[in-house]
């Protein structure tokens, strides 16, 4: 046993029959650290419109299981149809979110959206009251209306 030292942070890991330091008893203060510091979610496709007010969103979990995660914020805004480069990415504010529950659901469906309207959408995971790292950032424009 070495000696401990009040200025540091210590992990005390217990056996959670996984074999690894991904059991079921992980500390949930490390599990937030990485949720915090690591992109974990991935939008593995282009959402699909489902109709002029509807799209379709899939996303796959990267390097930690889905135990792990409580669910997801699905987060997405209006874009014009120029481009918005120069805009601040981080402005929370123009985001709409809708929240997913359950860390091994991987799709969504974003309703009551605009007709032919570009938008903006990412995912993040979060577990307790830990928001992890957003995913990629796509667009999709919802369809025309069909009649």
Same mark, same amino acid.
């Given at each position: 046993?070495?000696?401990?030292?009040? #200025?540091?942070?210590?992990?005390?890991?217990?056996?959670?029959?996984?074999?690894?330091?991904?059991?079921?008893?992980? %500390?949930?203060?490390?599990?937030? %650290?990485?949720? !915090? *510091?690591?992109?974990?979610?991935?939008?593995?496709?282009?959402?699909?419109?489902?109709?002029?007010?509807?799209?379709?969103? *899939?996303?796959?979990?990267? !390097?930690?299981?889905?135990?792990?995660?409580?669910?997801?914020? #699905?987060?997405? !805004?209006?874009?014009?149809?120029?481009?918005?480069?120069?805009?601040?990415? %981080?402005?929370?504010?123009?985001?709409?979110? %809708? *929240?997913?529950?359950?860390?091994?659901?991987?799709?969504?469906?974003?309703?009551?959206?605009?007709?032919?309207?570009?938008?903006?959408?990412? #995912?993040?995971?979060?577990?307790?009251?830990?928001?992890?790292?957003?995913?990629?950032?796509?667009? #999709?424009?919802?369809?025309?209306?069909?009649?």
């Amino acid at each position: 046993m070495h000696p401990l030292f009040p #200025v540091c942070k210590y992990v005390c890991e217990s056996g959670g029959g996984g074999g690894g330091k991904w059991g079921r008893r992980a %500390d949930p203060m490390f599990v937030g %650290d990485r949720l !915090r *510091t690591t992109q974990l979610v991935r939008v593995i496709t282009e959402p699909q419109p489902i109709n002029s007010t509807a799209v379709l969103v *899939t996303w796959q979990l990267r !390097r930690i299981p889905a135990h792990y995660v409580d669910g997801y914020r #699905v987060r997405y !805004r209006v874009l014009p149809d120029y481009d918005q480069s120069f805009r601040d990415l %981080d402005d929370d504010a123009s985001f709409l979110e %809708d *929240t997913v529950l359950g860390g091994s659901v991987m799709s969504h469906i974003i309703t009551s959206l605009e007709k032919y309207t570009l938008y903006e959408i990412f #995912v993040q995971p979060f577990f307790r009251n830990v928001v992890g790292q957003q995913s990629n950032v796509v667009r #999709v424009r919802t369809a025309e209306d069909g009649d």
